[in-house]
């Protein structure tokens, strides 16, 4: 006979035999029975000071493992403070569990303290909205967000969990660890993909999405080599392939290599693997024709809906990364590649576009430190942001070697690096992790820096600091010239703020003051800020604001 447990003990049993071992949460009444239960666990708890930097750090978890992070909180305020994260994992196709709080059964209807309806509230973000009324379906339901959560295109389950209903006791059995159930592409699809490629002249690959591992990576290198192919990776996807590879063409996103956005378009066959090419990859949509791309185009995709969604794939391959990128190795090449040189012509002009742009009289340079950081990081470095204009400085000069080295929101969301870093940190102790933030995008969640000195967990955050929000800006300077409304800031002295956290801070105003700065940061074990005060002047590594203004008389 199955142990008789409480609604909060089922919830925190099931996790354990799905493998999760860490819960990020802001603390709540809703769901105290949750987290007595969590008490005598073998799960580690990480309590947050947002709900949206809890969920963030269960995404960044999510992200190194594959397996769905874990987030809870309160209902009302609390679910809504946490939807940006569900956004996030929506977005970026990231397998997530959120647990929210939820007024007593009886109660329903009335405008209950905090009472909402997350069905209503989160039904266009999240793969499932429930909410378990009887304490003996625990189990049951988990298993299923586990599935959904992995399965096709990943993202992001919400559970409600009324309040007395956690209290209620049930003899329910706990499930086994379940697995996603991969979709593999048929060995037709695989031969017409083989007779593609043996008649293109000028391909390439994209890589993108969600549901990729470090084997599939692997897989992918290993193919790139044998068929001498160039190998793109999507926006903010950069992690898939290894930037060092002589066959890695760079990243096609935001203000791309002008090169590589010409590649793309005058190739005769493009294999997307993964990704969906929406908005920023695609240029706005003008990178292929829509509803059919102008050379030859295949399409693979966990998610058969989103085949033919946007673009109409000449040949579209229903089927997970990891699994897709395992059968690449049944393909052969042809006798002669004649595409043969062009793999090194990409890398070549991704190498020659990461290099130092033409300099800006200014006293920090940015791209000098990213070349810095690009030597000094470990291999295994693990690198985070959120959004705003620093980013292109870190999307363009950094370089990612390995799997999970690069976590970025492609929805564009600020305030993400910071807790992403935290969550990356808290499961990997042993790696290094740096995160990178505008002064906007810092000030969103930059209060989880107390949790990353609760947890001695010593990340450290590059703040960028110009003064401003510098993507509005340079939008406004674009179409309102020397109008500047609502995007300046004032900000405090990040350094300080770091100190009075109990972490280490550095205010770095010129460049070579970059290198010793981290290297203090390093050396104190704790977690450090570093206070980049750049020139608002320059609003991306090519464009000043002048510039800008002089374009438009």
């Not at 987290?35 to 999510?62: F, P, S, W, Y």
């Not at 693979?300 to 990128?325: C, K, M, Q, S």
């Not at 050396?523 to 002047?537: D, F, M, R, Y």
Request: proline residues 7%; hydrophobic residues 45%.
């Amino acid at each position: 006979m199955a142990t008789e447990r409480t609604g909060g003990q089922l919830i925190v049993d099931a996790l354990h035999a799905q493998g999760a071992e860490h819960v990020f949460c802001v603390p709540g009444e809703s769901y105290l029975a949750v987290l007595d239960a969590l008490h005598d666990a073998k799960i580690q708890v990480t309590v947050c000071r947002q709900e949206g930097g809890a969920v963030m750090m269960a995404d960044a978890t999510a992200r190194l493992t594959g397996r769905p992070g874990i987030a809870m909180v309160t209902r009302g305020p609390g679910a809504t403070n946490a939807s940006p994260g569900i956004h996030i994992a929506e977005h970026d196709s990231v397998p997530l569990i959120l647990f929210v709080g939820q007024i007593e059964r009886g109660m329903r209807e009335r405008g209950a303290f905090q009472e909402m309806n997350y069905k209503a509230f989160f039904g266009s973000t999240a793969k499932w909205v429930v909410e378990i009324d009887d304490a003996a379906r625990i189990p049951e339901t988990i298993s299923r967000a586990y599935h959904i959560a992995m399965q096709g295109r990943p993202g992001p389950v919400v559970i409600s969990l009324p309040e007395d209903m956690l209290l209620d006791v049930s003899h329910a059995a706990i499930p086994q660890r379940i697995e996603p159930v991969e979709t593999w592409p048929g060995q037709t699809q695989m031969a017409e993909l083989q007779k593609m490629l043996w008649a293109a002249k000028k391909p390439i690959a994209i890589l993108g999405g969600g549901g990729w591992s470090d084997k599939a990576v692997a897989s992918l290198v290993r193919f790139s080599e044998r068929f001498h192919l160039p190998i793109a990776t999507s926006f903010r996807r950069a992690g898939l392939f290894p930037a060092d590879h002589p066959h890695y063409a760079g990243e096609i996103g935001i203000g791309p290599n002008p090169k590589l956005k010409e590649r793309i378009a005058t190739s005769d066959l493009v294999l997307l693997i993964g990704g969906r090419m929406a908005e920023m990859p695609s240029q706005s949509y003008t990178l292929f024709d829509i509803p059919k791309p102008q050379m030859a185009f295949v399409h693979v995709h966990a998610d058969a809906e989103e085949l033919g969604r946007v673009y109409h794939p000449t040949l579209g391959i229903n089927a997970t990364p990891r699994a897709f990128a395992a059968s690449l190795e049944s393909l052969q090449p042809p006798q002669e590649i004649v595409w043969a040189d062009t793999a090194q012509a990409a890398h070549a002009d991704f190498e020659g576009w990461t290099s130092k742009p033409l300099a800006h009289a200014n006293a920090l340079d940015m791209a000098d430190v990213m070349l810095w950081l690009r030597n000094r990081l470990p291999h295994d470095a693990i690198v985070t942001n959120g959004a705003g204009n620093y980013a292109i400085w870190v999307g363009r000069f950094l370089r990612y070697r390995h799997f999970g080295a690069q976590l970025a929101p492609t929805s564009g969301s600020m305030g993400y690096g910071v807790p992403a870093a935290v969550g990356a940190k808290r499961m990997l102790p042993e790696r290094m992790v740096i995160a990178f933030a505008g002064d906007g995008c810092f000030m969103m969640n930059g209060q989880e820096f107390a949790t990353a000195v609760q947890y001695h967990l010593p990340v450290i955050v590059v703040v960028v600091d110009n003064g401003m929000y510098g993507t509005i800006r340079m939008h406004q300077e674009r179409e309102y010239p020397a109008r500047v409304s609502a995007s300046t800031l004032k900000n405090p002295d990040f350094a300080a703020y770091a100190r009075a956290f109990g972490g280490h801070g550095e205010r770095v105003e010129n460049t070579d003051e970059f290198a010793p700065a981290f290297e203090r940061c390093v050396a104190s074990g704790k977690p450090s800020i570093i206070h980049c005060l750049t020139n608002p002047e320059l609003l991306t590594p090519a464009m000043t604001v002048t510039q800008m203004r002089e374009a438009k008389k």
